[in-house]
Nanobody, 118 residues
Framework: QVQVVEFGGGLVQPGGSLRLSCAAS????????TGWYRQAPGKQRELVAR?????????DYADSAKGRFTISRDSAKRTMWLQMNSLKAEDTAVYYC??????????WGRGTQVTVSS
């Protein structure tokens, strides 16, 4: 069973930066994609950014993240990051890391809270 853990959430002022980390452990035989998702209070979980291995490692960003967030990954170390710059209050959410082994089959982390507030 693959376990996924997120690190790096916290409180940051508007305009600030934060870097989230995610580590996966366990046996991973195949990888379809890895990504960051978030869920704000009262809203559905949404994609923030992901790396699609099945598409040659292309990156995919939500419109709200383009130009401000950067996703990266070290596959050998099974670690993934999300660099978030120019944070806004609307970025406040619980951020989840997802390692997707096959389409629709993967492991989620428990999430890390990001709060953007002055």
């Amino acid at each position: 069973q693959v376990q996924v853990v997120e690190f790096g959430g916290g409180l940051v002022q508007p305009g600030g930066s934060l870097r989230l980390s995610c580590a996966a452990s366990g046996t991973i035989l195949t990888l379809y994609a890895t990504g960051w998702y978030r869920q704000a209070p009262g809203k559905q979980r949404e994609l923030v950014a992901r790396i699609v291995d099945s598409d040659g490692g292309t990156t995919d960003y939500a419109d709200s993240a383009k130009g401000r967030f950067t996703i990266s990954r070290d596959s050998a170390k099974r670690t993934m990051w999300l660099q978030m710059n120019s944070l806004k209050a609307e970025d406040t959410a619980v951020y989840y890391c997802y390692w997707e082994f096959l389409p629709g089959l993967g492991s989620w982390g428990r999430g890390t809270q990001v709060t953007v507030s002055s």
